[in-house]
């Protein structure tokens, strides 16, 4: 066969092969995936996240400053969490002039989203803002954004943990409403 011949039939092959390919059309999926079912027993990551679904209204705020007094923080605020995971953590602390109560004051004005780990009990905020310095979040949040959480009926504890274990703070919530 001659070279001229065999590029001729290069090129047709080529022609019909990407007008066959052009003309095909994916097809919807016939069938879904199965991904599982989804756990809703108590104390799975879909139990707390509507567990904490709602806002709930500041009870008490102490804050454990380093090598200080513990400060119990006259505040007020509101915790809200809604069903795609948003959380706000938005208050008040009086008389935030001084040391203590700008410490207390850092754990309050916080919104981004809520990642949770039901085994370990922690829920901290990524992907959002801080109102007390007016930029965003690190994509990798510090350990004093760590929140370990605990329910009692319609209360709700948190304590902040430094990365070193230590309590920095113990927030209390009750549910409003």
């Known amino acids: 066969m001659s070279p001229q011949r065999r590029w001729v039939r290069v090129l047709w092959t080529a022609v019909l092969s990407g007008g066959l390919l052009a003309g095909c059309q994916a097809s919807p999926r016939q069938r879904p995936i199965e991904l599982g079912p989804v756990d809703k027993s108590s104390g799975s990551l879909d139990a707390v996240r509507k567990q904490l679904e709602g806002t709930w209204t500041l009870v008490s705020l102490e804050a454990y400053p380093e090598a200080e007094p513990a400060v119990l923080a006259k505040a007020s605020g ?38 949770i780990d039901p085994a370990t009990q922690r829920l901290w905020v990524v992907e959002g803002e801080s109102d007390l310095s007016g930029g965003t979040l690190p994509a990798s949040v510090s350990a004093d954004k760590v929140r370990y959480y605990e329910f009692s009926g319609d209360v709700l504890r948190m304590s902040v943990k430094d990365a070193d274990g230590r309590v920095t703070a113990r927030i209390v919530w009750r549910k409003a409403g």
């Open 78 to 115: 509101q915790m809200t969490y809604d069903h795609y995971g948003n959380v706000t953590f938005k208050g008040t602390v009086e008389g935030s002039g001084g040391a203590g109560a700008s410490d207390a004051s850092r754990y309050l004005n916080l919104k981004g989203r809520a990642v």
